[in-house]
């Protein structure tokens, strides 16, 4: 098993910039990605950023390319996401998520291991 704890939403004003932190703890061994969704109220989750365990090939969906980054401190079993000029269509709950195969990475079904969810509110 994987847990996963979340932290770092939060309400911001258009423009703003927030950052996710995302811990992952218990058996990481056969973790190959560590990705972000994004679910809207009445909307499915979707995919927002994924990076290899460890570190390296980032990618994004194109609604936060050039303003959205992740990253990973090895040392800490930690990802992170990085938000910046924030828009109100980024309000959501935003999920960190583990995943144990190479293949379909965008897919929130090819993720095994969920966190528990943090509230991203951007106004206006």
């Known amino acids: 098993q994987v847990q996963l704890v979340e932290s770092g939403g939060g309400l911001v004003e258009a423009g703003g910039s927030l950052r996710l932190s995302c811990a992952a703890s218990g058996r990481t061994l056969g973790v190959y990605y560590m990705g972000w969704f994004r679910q809207a109220p009445g909307k499915e989750r979707v995919f927002v950023a994924t990076i290899r365990w460890s570190g390296e090939n980032q990618y994004y969906a194109d609604s936060v390319k050039g303003r959205f980054t992740i990253s990973k401190d090895n040392a800490k079993n930690t990802v992170y996401l990085q938000m910046n000029s924030l828009k109100p269509e980024d309000t959501a709950v935003y999920y960190c998520?583990?995943?144990?195969?190479?293949?379909?990475?965008?897919?929130?079904?090819?993720?095994?291991?969920w966190g528990q969810g943090t509230q991203v509110t951007v106004s206006s």
């Open positions: 998520a583990a995943s144990q195969t190479t293949g379909g990475i965008y897919y929130y079904q090819r993720y095994h291991y």
